[in-house]
């Protein structure tokens, strides 16, 4: 089924539901203006139509394989990648200075959904490059700036991120990766390292590797971890891929879906490293990828389902079975079907609509400075993530039950969008670490940033009640209900927080969803498909924060009195 780029809706939600007029009035982005930006999307939205969703079947029919050490990507990768890196659109947010376009990080948010919608084993691998890409202008040194980010940005070369150990996973205090001096400004890297996406390619001159390791006078935990450039070819005095750096792919992971992105399992034998950053200060550098590569990866969710909603609406449209009561020729006339295809639709609205209010938030926070932008960004940050990937499970599931028994049958093609976008719920931090990170760390502040969104919230719903009272007063009731949440939440224990951490996310993600929709509905003017799908949304999604607060607010103990023997019994 051909993909269509949804290039429309988001020229819509920047416009009147994320407010990215503000972004492009600011001195830093005021080139971003709105032709400028539709002419950006509409060819990104031609290279994901032609180039990438071509691809989508094919990865995961032929996926990448390691020949004798070398890894050998899918057919038609190594073309679509050229197109990629050829086009700028790698690195549409990086700094001109080293060869970047300097658009703010929104469009390159609505780049990435597209391409994940496309073919999503592929964009895993700019999305990769990205996030080392800031991390690297934030915390290298300027010689290692030189050597790396022109030809990061320029897509000659790729980047990776290494953390993941056997022993350790989210745990990354506990890895065991060893960094010793050599002397000369350089570093032996030994250790393995698992989960590596884009470890290699056959494509691109160079991968260059950001390991997390630890130097000998490392204090134990994350706080004696370092940060080191490791690269697959040892730059020479020109900058160009030189000696054969002592690492290899050991194997790829056989996994569930994205077979396409070759995932593998790295060993370091003394490899050469360059430190990025401070000694003892790698979490830092890292976070700062991380941080890029999460609200990356709710998009890679956001996108999937995308992709699968258009995939299962043509179906849809195509699929005759039984009598349908308003006498339509397809199973489009059947109300359950409807059901499923508008909570996809509604769910995929309200998912980017927050994707793209948190990008809109760190484009805001750059370019001012201003530290309740930043605030506004980090809280938005887990609450993105999280209900990105969630809803590109949901919606992918969807996807396959509109299709029925064929949905089961691999040859339709709707597997493989839940196959592929599982896997986006575990990793750059599992949901369930997302909403820890929400209901501690990002409520440090009392509950301040929080309470300024659910504000903002409220002045929409007032503007909105006469023209909508009967959706306006259920996103208030809403809204009301997540103060109080909030309230609940900043006087209670840390583990009780903990303990009702994911829903507590799922409901503030809900009230935004439903005040990106009632945005939407005000914004149409009259009654037309926004107001429709945002009754849909309001009126039948929008209820369940009520139960999924008064979870959050369960605490504990009760999870807690289950004992080991209860809970296999």
Same mark, same amino acid.
């Given at each position: ?103 703010? !990080? ?108 630890? !130097? ?325 999604? !929008? ?27």
């Amino acid at each position: 089924m051909p993909y269509r780029a949804p290039v429309s809706e988001y020229r819509f939600i920047l416009d009147h539901v994320a407010g990215f007029g503000r972004v492009a009035a600011t001195d830093r982005f005021s080139e971003a203006g709105g032709d400028t930006v539709e002419a950006i999307l509409t060819e990104a939205g031609k290279l994901c139509e032609t180039a990438l969703a071509p691809l989508q079947r094919t990865g995961d029919l032929q996926p990448a394989v390691l020949e004798n050490g070398v890894v050998r990507t899918t057919p038609g990768f190594a073309e679509a990648y050229a197109q990629i890196a050829t086009g700028g659109w790698v690195a549409i947010s990086a700094d001109p200075a080293h060869g970047g376009m300097g658009l703010p !990080l929104t469009v390159t948010t609505c780049v990435n959904d597209m391409m994940s919608a496309a073919c999503l084993s592929l964009q895993l691998n700019p999305l990769m490059t990205q996030g080392q890409i800031e991390a690297l202008e934030h915390h290298a040194s300027d010689a290692l700036k030189a050597i790396y980010l022109p030809r990061l940005v320029s897509g000659e070369w790729c980047g990776t991120m290494n953390l993941t150990e056997p022993q350790a996973g989210s745990d990354v205090g506990a890895l065991s990766t060893k960094a010793v001096p050599n002397g000369d400004g350089t570093y032996a890297i030994t250790g393995q390292k698992i989960f590596i996406s884009w470890g290699d390619n056959d494509f691109s001159g160079n991968v260059c590797h950001l390991v997390l390791a630890r !130097l000998p006078d490392g204090a134990p935990g994350t706080k004696g971890i370092s940060l080191f450039m490791v690269p697959k070819f040892i730059p020479d005095e020109n900058g160009n891929p030189g000696k054969r750096n002592s690492l290899s792919v050991v194997s790829l992971e056989h996994k569930m879906g994205l077979h396409g992105s070759p995932t593998a399992v790295m060993a370091y034998e003394g490899a050469t490293g360059r430190l990025v950053g401070e000694e003892h200060g790698g979490m830092k550098a890292m976070f700062t990828m991380m941080n890029n590569a999460r609200l990356g990866v709710g998009v890679q969710g956001i996108g999937v389902a995308d992709g699968a909603y258009q995939h299962a609406l043509a179906y849809a449209g195509e699929r005759r079975q039984g009598r349908t009561p308003d006498g339509s020729a397809t199973i489009l006339g059947h109300a359950d079907v409807r059901r499923m295809l508008a909570t996809m639709k509604a769910q995929t609205f309200a998912a980017r609509a927050i994707a793209l209010n948190c990008a809109v938030a760190l484009d805001m926070a750059r370019a001012t400075g201003e530290a309740d932008w930043a605030a506004r960004a980090a809280l938005l940050t887990p609450i993105a993530k999280a209900f990105g990937t969630d809803t590109g499970i949901e919606v992918a599931s969807l996807g396959m039950q509109v299709h029925g028994g064929m949905g089961f049958i691999e040859e339709s093609g709707a597997a493989q969008y839940l196959r592929d976008v599982r896997v986006t719920a575990i990793y750059e931090g599992t949901n369930g670490i997302q909403a820890m990170d929400l209901v501690g760390r990002k409520m440090m502040d009392g509950g301040e940033a929080a309470f300024h969104l659910i504000e903002e919230i409220q002045e929409g719903v007032e503007a909105a009640r006469a023209a909508l009272p009967e959706l306006a007063g259920a996103v208030w009731e809403a809204a009301e209900s997540l103060r109080e949440g909030v309230e609940a939440l900043i006087g209670a224990d840390m583990q009780d927080r903990f303990a009702g951490a994911v829903p507590f996310l799922r409901a503030f993600a809900l009230v935004l969803g439903a005040d990106a929709h009632l945005r939407a509905a005000m914004a149409e003017g009259a009654d037309g498909p926004r107001r429709r799908l945002a009754r849909v949304f309001i009126r039948r999604l !929008l209820p369940d924060h009520a139960a999924l607060l008064a979870q959050a607010g369960a605490g504990a103990k009760d999870l807690y009195a289950l004992s080991a023997e209860d809970l296999g019994a």
